[in-house]
């Protein structure tokens, strides 16, 4: 089992910054992948920034340039988000992968509001 938590959302004006941190607990050993999805009103949710263990990076191409994923140890992912616009407003969720077996952990969410 994983026990998963994000903080640091808040409202920041367009062209501000958030950092978002994510920490696991638990069976910390079987991760795999670490990630943040988000869900905006009336849409669904999406993969924002992905890792793996070994460290490989994924975006999605709205926030290529803008979002910076980092792992800081086995248990704890920042999403570092710049240049912030109003469509990027939404809840944010942590999600994790683990291997052996496979299951997927996921946040309660914290939302991200965008806006002057």
């Known amino acids: 089992q994983v026990q998963v938590v994000e903080s640091g959302g808040g409202l920041v004006q367009p062209g501000g910054s958030l950092r978002l941190s994510c920490t696991a607990s638990?069976?910390?050993?079987?991760?795999?992948?670490m990630g943040w999805y988000r869900q905006a009103p009336e849409k669904q949710r999406e993969l924002v920034a992905s890792i793996t263990r070994s460290g490989n990076t994924s975006y999605t191409d709205s926030v290529k340039g803008r979002f910076t994923i980092s792992r800081n140890n086995a248990k704890t992912v920042d999403l570092q988000m710049n240049s912030l616009k109003p469509e990027d407003t939404a809840v944010y969720y942590c999600?994790?992968?683990?291997?052996?077996?496979?299951?997927?952990?996921w946040g309660r969410g914290t939302q991200v509001t965008v806006s002057s």
């Open positions: 638990g069976n910390i050993f079987s991760i795999y992948v």
């Open positions: 999600n994790v992968i683990t291997v052996g077996p496979s299951r997927n952990y």
